[in-house]
Nanobody
Framework: VQLQASGGGLVQTGGSLRLSCAASERTFSSYTMGWFRQAPGKEREFVAGITWSGGRTLYADSVKGRFTISGDNAKNTMFLRMNSLKPEDTAVYYC??????????????????WGQGTLVTVSS
């Protein structure tokens, strides 16, 4: 499966953005999906994950209550709604997929397919 992330940009502190991840095939019923981010000089870290079967979602503590992961199976697209953005949310955001239905992994090795990343910059 091929993934294409988009929706990044420059936003002020407290603002909102919605990222999209378009998949090349109908993924959500067969895959576990996730969002990761990587800030300059830091390792890639888990942000949120979702399995449509059972409706399980998982969030990093740093984004819980501010970010929402969702998807539109008919459009083969996953979303990450980001509210109350902070400068520390600045990073390149990547979407990822793993074939099979399971609890979303918080590790990068838990995913087999990756999008190219979209840059989110939050100004103070």
């Amino acid at each position: 499966v091929q993934l294409q992330a988009s929706g990044g940009g420059l936003v002020q502190t407290g603002g909102s953005l919605r990222l999209s991840c378009a998949a090349s095939e109908r993924t959500f019923s067969s895959y576990t999906m996730g969002w990761f981010r990587q800030a300059p000089g830091k390792e890639r870290e888990f942000v949120a994950g979702i399995t449509w079967s059972g409706g399980r979602t998982l969030y990093a503590d740093s984004v819980k209550g501010r970010f929402t992961i969702s998807g539109d199976n008919a459009k083969n697209t996953m979303f990450l709604r980001m509210n109350s953005l902070k400068p520390e949310d600045t990073a390149v955001y990547y979407c990822a997929a793993k074939y099979g239905i399971r609890l979303p992994s918080t590790a990068t090795y838990g995913y087999d397919y990756w999008g190219q990343g979209t840059l989110v910059t939050v100004s103070s």
